[in-house]
């Protein structure tokens, strides 16, 4: 053991994790062994019990298991086919106008969001359907790149998002109340996407021409598919969020019940299957099992990193800033913001929360709205070079016969980022857009 001061241990484990993530380990390994080697150097083996402690705390939090049922239900909605019944009623009520197909995608992100809440799942879902028909029709490459990066992120905002459900016992906070508090700032959001595409394609409408569809659609069938394309997701947002507004479950309970919804809807559609359940159940293990590898790496790394005062040193710092509580704030965001450009956010969310919550706390500031201003932020991490996992799921998407370059994809997100900057500021100037919902909620 090696008598290590705060500053000490905090620049080695900086290093030393920086290293390893660099040197291309993955983020759970990197966190993990760093909190190993530094631990122990620093603490000897009463680490090791520090650690285990918090692993096996967090892993048997009983909100945990509505993550694996979450995903499993945007799994099987997404074999139930609903998404392309989705996007032929976008297609066929917002196609003629400017940018109409990019506004169609950001509202089947938003409609997706409530059904799926897995950021890869949703832009591989929207990607596949509304990229080719943007495309075809000479939407021009960023503005529809873009608008798949940006809707599919919704999800991991606009409940049930499991970005939410891991947030919520990392934090100590109410999961059903950080639901409701998602909402208004992921609509807001939706909204001021759909407004920058209108505008846009106002100013240059070869960005997003109108689409000529084969013959005149009726408005009795306009209605008529709107209806049958939401129906599905309002059953599910009814089942889901409406049991957690009104106190009847829990949030692990309404992951079950939505489960149990999404087998329903599949039923119905004929493809509750064998296969079906298969390729769900293994979807489903496969992103639970990376999701909890990252959990076990970033717990071990933040018990350590508190364990050797790092967490005090850095909150001295920050409440050092100058500007008071806002001055602390805007250090916070803009830390979380870099991070989200290098680090997934499960690795930011499990390393940093544990450690800004109580400085929220300390500075004033609602639990709820602190929580729900940093997982605004943390939606950024999915659009930000160089670690953006959305860029490079729409880049994988992109045959070379479509002409589309990183490039595209990169300078299509920019307008999206700066939309979520100023979603922040909005939310920071009217507080009440994220914490009125919680505080007419009934719980149990």
Not at 113 to 139: H, W
Request: hydrophobic fraction near 60%; charged fraction near 10%; aromatic fraction near 12%.
């Amino acid at each position: 053991m090696i008598d290590m001061s705060a500053g000490t241990a905090l620049l080695a484990m900086l290093f030393v994790g920086l290293l390893l993530i660099f040197t291309g380990r993955s983020l759970a390994f990197a966190l993990g062994w760093t909190a190993l080697l530094v631990g122990f150097l620093g603490a000897g083996t009463s680490v090791f019990g520090i650690m285990y402690s918090r692993v096996w705390g967090i892993l048997t939090d009983y909100i945990f298991i509505a993550g694996p049922m979450f995903i499993f239900m945007g799994a099987l909605l997404h074999h139930a086919g609903i998404t392309e019944r989705l996007y032929e009623a976008m297609h066929v009520i917002m196609g003629r106008l400017r940018g109409g197909l990019a506004m169609g995608t950001i509202v089947m992100g938003v409609i997706i969001a409530v059904c799926v809440g897995v950021v890869a799942a949703s832009i591989i879902t929207i990607g596949m359907i509304a990229l080719p028909a943007m495309l075809k029709r000479g939407y021009s490459k960023d503005l529809s790149t873009g608008a798949v990066c940006a809707s599919g992120c919704l999800g991991i905002l606009i409940p049930p998002s499991v970005m939410l459900v891991f947030y919520g016992p990392a934090a100590s906070l109410s999961v059903g109340r950080l639901f409701m508090a998602a909402f208004m700032p992921g609509f807001l959001l939706a909204t001021m996407y759909i407004v920058y595409i209108g505008i846009r394609c106002l100013i240059r409408p070869s960005d997003g021409p109108p689409a000529e569809l084969a013959e005149p659609v009726p408005l009795s069938r306009k209605i008529y598919l709107l209806f049958t394309a939401l129906l599905p997701p309002l059953f599910i947002m009814l089942l889901v969020l409406g049991t957690i507004f009104f106190g009847i479950a829990s949030p692990t309970e309404a992951a079950a019940l939505g489960a149990i919804g999404a087998a329903v809807l599949a039923a119905t559609r004929g493809k509750l299957n064998f296969q079906t359940l298969k390729e769900s159940s293994f979807s489903t293990g496969r992103v639970i099992a990376m999701a909890f590898y990252v959990v076990m790496g970033a717990s071990m790394f933040a018990a350590v990193f508190i364990r050797l005062g790092c967490g005090d040193l850095l909150a001295s710092y920050i409440l050092a800033t100058p500007g008071g509580k806002w001055g602390a704030f805007v250090v916070i965001m803009l830390l979380i913001f870099i991070m989200g450009m290098f680090i997934d956010w499960l690795g930011i969310l499990f390393v940093l929360i544990p450690i800004v919550t109580p400085i929220g706390i300390t500075l004033g500031f609602d639990p709820i709205w602190f929580a729900m201003m940093i997982c605004i932020n943390l939606q950024a991490s999915f659009l930000t070079p160089p670690f953006a996992y959305a860029i490079y799921y729409v880049k994988g998407l992109c045959p070379p016969e479509w002409g589309v370059e990183t490039k595209h994809i990169i300078i299509g997100v920019i307008p999206f980022v700066a939309l979520i900057i100023v979603c922040i500021g909005l939310c920071a100037v009217f507080p009440q857009i994220i914490l009125w919902l919680p505080s007419i909620m009934v719980t149990r």
